[in-house]
């Protein structure tokens, strides 16, 4: 669900019908500064919290956040025009789904691991105690803006650390609410938000994080990981490209179409998990294309213009981003099977169906990052997997099919950060998933335990028990007899 590749957190508000009171003004360095020695000063203090002592933490997080829940809705619609359901499904529910499960299961997770200990140290044992990194930074996009920053905290939370929050400057009213949400929970020595534009993220960028979680563009991410890098800090990075659907012979056709349209024009399309372009078997294109427009319709009516479960493009820049893909399309000998209505003034792209898609064209280069369909055919296999493998790693890849000697192909001939087999995207809403990229989609995973794990070190400690090791047998002067102990050792240990 991450941000486009034209476009990131970063970036400075670019349509003024968006602004919001903040909005666009930058946090001072001092004063960035300021907030980073205070969390650098606490972080020990965060580290020795408890199991029950976290969980009350999330507990009370959830709970305002939930009081705050009309707020959200109200702020989702003022930024895109989101409707309160499709607010509460895909920015709520992520969240509140995110806290119980990791309250459920926060206190296995913080309990040191014993693992084996070879039988050449004898008389020790060991374990895997999970310590937080320390003082973290979280870097949200602007397409879940509420969802893609709780979800993160959350884990960084359970694994206690101190976090700076920095939301995305393209939807301040998502950002008000979280400023306000934060601000009535944690002093900002353990939690603060920090809103601004590229001035502030850069300022951030500078200051030694022990950890940096950026959702957004893979362009940005390398800038992430450079600036990590001066300091040594670690990354994870949820990014992007572009998530191929395969729908062969043996599909159910119904159920893609229906499961295609929604994944699809959710949001506007404005989610990195959107099936970005579809193969589909020659056989099944007429029924398939038939039926993705039924249920388009279904949605969203005739004229989506007039639906209020239909979103908007987030902003001007985007909205001529992506007729500009359209228009090229087009020009380049596309046909519009479905929609290619747009308005400006509205920031409005209507569902639409591309077929005849030159592969030169932005559609098939750049991620797409709204609601544009580009449907190609195939006869065999090969055709499709030979397409994928030519474009950088997806962050994940759908398949639609009742053989399983053609999903255990695909899965075995492609990459991708994650794959759903006759569904959509609804693997991030499996917390006990890895969730991520590979590669230019994505380094490292979150949600669950693999959120927790990302934000935190897992510090091995091994433990003498013993007063007596055979290692003591082979400490220098060496002689015959300890070579004999050592050959030992290299043959059957």
Not at 53 to 65: A, I, M, P, S, Y
Not at 157 to 170: D, F, Q, T
Not at 305 to 321: K, L, Q
Not at 466 to 485: E, S
Request: proline share 5%; charged share 25%.
């Amino acid at each position: 669900m991450t941000q486009s590749t034209a476009e990131s957190g970063t970036e400075a508000q670019t349509n003024g019908s968006h602004a919001a009171p903040g909005a666009g003004i930058d946090a001072s360095k001092a004063e960035i500064e300021r907030i980073f020695k205070l969390q650098r000063a606490h972080q020990y203090t965060v580290a020795k919290t408890t199991a029950r002592e976290r969980n009350d933490k999330l507990k009370r997080l959830e709970t305002v956040f939930l009081a705050h829940r009309e707020d959200i809705r109200t702020a989702l619609y003022d930024d895109f025009r989101k409707h309160p359901s499709e607010v509460d499904l895909t920015e709520v529910f992520p969240v509140t789904s995110e806290i119980k499960h990791a309250r459920r299961h926060l206190s296995k997770w913080m309990r040191p691991r014993r693992v084996a200990t070879p039988m050449a140290l004898l008389g020790a044992r060991s374990y895997v105690h999970y310590e937080p990194k320390g003082v973290v930074l979280i870097i949200a996009p602007w397409n879940f803006p509420i969802n893609l920053t709780f979800g993160p905290l959350v884990t960084a939370l359970a694994a206690g650390n101190c976090v700076m929050i920095k939301p995305s400057e393209h939807t301040p009213h998502a950002s008000a609410v979280t400023r306000r949400i934060i601000e009535e929970v944690f002093d900002e020595n353990e939690v603060a938000v920090i809103e601004g534009g590229i001035e502030t993220s850069t300022a951030l960028l500078a200051q030694p994080f022990n950890h940096t979680f950026f959702t957004g563009a893979p362009e940005i991410g390398k800038i992430i990981m450079e600036a990590a890098s001066k300091h040594l800090g670690s990354v994870t990075l949820e990014l992007g490209g572009k998530s191929p659907t395969i729908i062969d012979e043996t599909a159910q056709v119904d159920a893609a179409a229906h499961r295609v349209a929604w994944a699809k024009y959710t949001n506007n399309g404005q989610i990195c998990l959107a099936p970005d372009y579809v193969f589909v078997h020659e056989s099944k294109k007429d029924e398939f294309l038939q039926k993705l427009t039924k249920n388009i319709e279904k949605f969203y009516g005739i004229d989506a213009r007039r639906s209020d479960s239909y979103a908007r493009i987030v902003n001007d820049r985007h909205y001529h981003r992506l007729n500009g893909y359209l228009e090229e399309a087009k020009q380049k000998g596309a046909t519009v099977a479905y929609g290619g209505r747009t308005d400006a003034s509205e920031d409005y792209i209507e569902p639409t169906v591309l077929t005849d898609v030159d592969p030169t064209s932005k559609v098939m280069t750049d991620e797409i990052f709204g609601p544009l369909l580009p449907v190609y055919t195939f006869k065999t296999l090969d055709e499709p997997l030979a397409v994928i493998n030519a474009k950088e790693k997806p962050l994940a890849l759908y398949i639609y099919s009742r053989s399983r000697a053609n999903q255990q192909r695909i899965i075995q001939n492609t990459r991708a950060g994650g794959t759903c087999i006759n569904h959509s995207a609804v693997h991030f809403f499996n917390n006990h998933l890895p969730f991520g990229g590979s590669n230019n989609s994505g380094i490292g995973k979150g949600h669950g335990f693999f959120g927790f794990e990302a934000f935190s070190n897992p510090r091995g400690v091994l433990k003498q028990v013993t007063p007596f090791t055979a290692l003591d047998l082979l400490t220098a002067p060496y002689n015959a007899l300890k070579q004999k102990l050592i050959d030992i050792s290299i043959k059957f240990f």
